[in-house]
Every structure is written in structure tokens, then in C-alpha cells.
């Protein structure tokens, strides 16, 4: 390891003996390049924790989003292969948006269970939740395509979009899933004939309340002013969320329904089979004398 002779570090001018390369690749000295100013000031080390510090502050330019900048300063860092000693974090802004990325699949995951349990209690059953859950991710396929098409980055405020979309998407499968079973209770359908006739009379209604939030959401990705570079990921994540999600639920979710319902039906005939296929408790005391 190589270090400077200590004699060397004691006067400023010895800046003048470093030489730095410039854009023709000549070598030219420092002093060429920099400026140097002798002030008179009290000498402070920043310490966080018990460890000296150093603040490196940076601005985003234009067009380039936050995590694209941490990304680049990570690769810079890999690049010079600091060693282990010196620890490296980031504050403010930059920390805040690493800390949403890690708590993000735990809220997302929270939000489903608490969206389970709701139907489960709203229906009575622990399958049609799944038929209403099971549109939930063509949103978020078409939330992350639509910001890939318009290069955005799945930035917080994306996330959020895709967190709206929870709440709005599922809606459609409700409006069917509540007609059909009203339907089997009160006019004694099949599980085909009514999951037919609700997406067909519930088709006009899912489609109003889907293209007005989506009309709702086209000012947010479209806008531009003072904040709009926050705005449009939120508008264009939902827009694309509710658009793939309106063709494709109104397909899946009858096939989806048809499935866990034949499921439901083949699990409630195996449970019959056992119980008749049980001996009774007579039987036993019979067999044992």
C-alpha cells in the first residue's frame, strides 16, 4: 500500500505535484484545473455515531428518476471496491425511498389478508374470496407494463397506484360474484347459468365504474406543470392497471369461479362419502363383544 511521503502533506503547494489527465490525454498539473484559497477556519471532523463521517450531497438531473440515481451511485461504489471499514448509507430522500421498497410487499401483502378476511366474513365462505382476489393481478401486470411503455420506474408513488388498484379492480368481481350467488339462492341456477346471466347484466355496470375511475386517473398522467413528474407514475399505473384488468377479469373470473365452485362441490360429495362410509358408534361396541 502506497501513501504519500508525510513531509509532503505538510504545505499546500504540494497540490501542484499532482497531475491529472486531461481530454487529450496529456498530463496536466492540478493547480491547472483547481483553484486553491487559504481560509482561516476552525477545524471540526462530523462524526455519526462514534464514527467520523462525511456528507456527499446530489441532485437529480432532468428526466432521471431517484431510483436510477441510487442505483448508479450502488454501481459506483461496486466499482471502486471500498474496502470493508468504510460504511456507506443514505439519508433523506434516498433513505426514505429505500425503506418504502422493503416495507412495500409486507403493506401489499397486509392489505391482501385484511381484503380476505372481509369477503370471508362478508360471504360466508373461504373459496369466492379467491374468485375477487384472483383479478388483482392482471392490474398489477398491466400498471407495470403501461409504466415500461412510457419509461417510468416503479417509483413509491407508482406503488401506490398499484395499491389503489386493490381496491378498485376487485369491485368487478364483487358486482358478479354477489349476482351469481343471489341468483343459485333465490332462482335455483347452476353455478353456469348464474355466473352466465351476471356477466351479462352486471357487464353495463362494471363498465361505467371502470371507465370513470379511469377517466378520472387520464388528467393525472397526462398533466404537466409544477409536480408533475410525481403525478403522471400514479395516473399511468392505474390507467394501465384498469384497462388490462377490465378485458381480462371479465373472462377469468367466470373460470375462476366455475373452478373453485367444482372444487367446493367435489370436497363437500368426498366428506358425504366419508361419513356414510364411517361406521357408527354402535357398530364398534357390537363388533368389539
Same mark, same amino acid.
Given at each position: 500500500?502506497?501513501?504519500?511521503?508525510?513531509? &509532503?502533506? #505538510?504545505?499546500?503547494?504540494?497540490?501542484?505535484?499532482? @497531475?491529472?489527465?486531461?481530454?487529450?490525454?496529456?498530463?496536466?498539473?492540478?493547480?491547472?484545473?483547481?483553484?486553491?484559497?487559504?481560509? $482561516?477556519?476552525?477545524?471540526?471532523?462530523?462524526?455519526?455515531? *462514534?464514527?467520523?463521517?462525511?456528507?456527499?450531497? &446530489?441532485?437529480?438531473?432532468?428526466?432521471? +428518476?431517484?431510483?436510477? %440515481? !441510487?442505483?448508479?451511485?450502488?454501481?459506483?461504489?461496486?466499482? #471502486?471496491? !471500498?474496502?470493508?471499514?468504510?460504511?456507506?448509507? &443514505? *439519508?433523506?430522500?434516498? *433513505? %426514505?425511498? *429505500?425503506?418504502?421498497?422493503?416495507?412495500?410487499?409486507?403493506?401489499?401483502?397486509?392489505?391482501?389478508?385484511?381484503? @380476505?378476511?372481509?369477503?370471508?366474513?362478508? @360471504?360466508?365462505?373461504?373459496?369466492?374470496?379467491?374468485?375477487?382476489?384472483?383479478?388483482?393481478?392482471? +392490474?398489477? $401486470?398491466?400498471?407495470?407494463?403501461?409504466?415500461?411503455? &412510457?419509461? @417510468?420506474?416503479?417509483?413509491?408513488?407508482?406503488?401506490?397506484?398499484?395499491?389503489?388498484?386493490?381496491?378498485?379492480?376487485?369491485?368487478? %368481481?364483487?358486482?358478479?360474484?354477489?349476482? +351469481?350467488?343471489?341468483?343459485?339462492?333465490?332462482?335455483? #341456477?347452476?353455478a353456469e347459468e348464474s355466473i352466465y346471466q351476471a356477466a351479462l347484466l352486471r357487464f353495463r355496470p362494471i363498465m361505467m365504474t371502470t371507465f370513470a375511475a379511469l377517466l378520472g386517473a387520464v388528467p393525472l398522467a397526462l398533466g404537466h406543470g409544477t409536480g408533475a413528474e410525481i403525478r403522471q407514475p400514479l395516473g399511468y399505473a392505474i390507467v394501465g392497471g384498469l384497462l388490462v384488468s377490465q378485458f381480462l377479469t371479465l373472462y377469468t373470473t367466470p373460470v375462476v369461479y366455475l373452478a373453485l365452485d367444482r372444487l367446493r362441490r367435489r370436497r363437500a360429495v368426498s366428506a358425504r362419502?366419508?361419513?356414510?362410509?364411517?361406521?357408527?358408534?354402535?357398530?364398534? #361396541?357390537? %363388533?368389539?363383544?
Amino acid at each position: 500500500m502506497l501513501e504519500v511521503d508525510p513531509r &509532503f502533506a #505538510l504545505d499546500p503547494n504540494a497540490l501542484d505535484l499532482i @497531475y491529472v489527465p486531461s481530454t487529450n490525454g496529456r498530463q496536466v498539473p492540478l493547480s491547472a484545473v483547481v483553484e486553491r484559497k487559504r481560509t $482561516v477556519r476552525a477545524l471540526s471532523v462530523s462524526h455519526q455515531g *462514534q464514527f467520523p463521517a462525511i456528507t456527499l450531497s &446530489f441532485n437529480l438531473a432532468a428526466g432521471v +428518476a431517484l431510483g436510477q %440515481a !441510487v442505483e448508479a451511485i450502488n454501481q459506483v461504489k461496486r466499482d #471502486l471496491n !471500498v474496502p470493508d471499514t468504510l460504511i456507506t448509507t &443514505f *439519508q433523506g430522500n434516498a *433513505q %426514505a425511498f *429505500q425503506d418504502s421498497l422493503k416495507t412495500q410487499p409486507l403493506l401489499i401483502l397486509a392489505a391482501l389478508v385484511a381484503i @380476505y378476511i372481509i369477503l370471508g366474513v362478508l @360471504y360466508e365462505s373461504l373459496v369466492h374470496p379467491i374468485t375477487i382476489l384472483s383479478t388483482i393481478p392482471s +392490474a398489477g $401486470v398491466g400498471a407495470l407494463l403501461m409504466l415500461i411503455a &412510457f419509461g @417510468y420506474e416503479l417509483s413509491v408513488v407508482a406503488l401506490i397506484g398499484i395499491i389503489l388498484l386493490i381496491g378498485i379492480v376487485k369491485k368487478n %368481481a364483487i358486482m358478479m360474484i354477489d349476482f +351469481a350467488l343471489h341468483a343459485e339462492q333465490t332462482q335455483g #341456477l347452476s353455478a353456469e347459468e348464474s355466473i352466465y346471466q351476471a356477466a351479462l347484466l352486471r357487464f353495463r355496470p362494471i363498465m361505467m365504474t371502470t371507465f370513470a375511475a379511469l377517466l378520472g386517473a387520464v388528467p393525472l398522467a397526462l398533466g404537466h406543470g409544477t409536480g408533475a413528474e410525481i403525478r403522471q407514475p400514479l395516473g399511468y399505473a392505474i390507467v394501465g392497471g384498469l384497462l388490462v384488468s377490465q378485458f381480462l377479469t371479465l373472462y377469468t373470473t367466470p373460470v375462476v369461479y366455475l373452478a373453485l365452485d367444482r372444487l367446493r362441490r367435489r370436497r363437500a360429495v368426498s366428506a358425504r362419502l366419508g361419513e356414510t362410509q364411517s361406521p357408527a358408534p354402535e357398530e364398534h #361396541l357390537l %363388533a368389539a363383544e
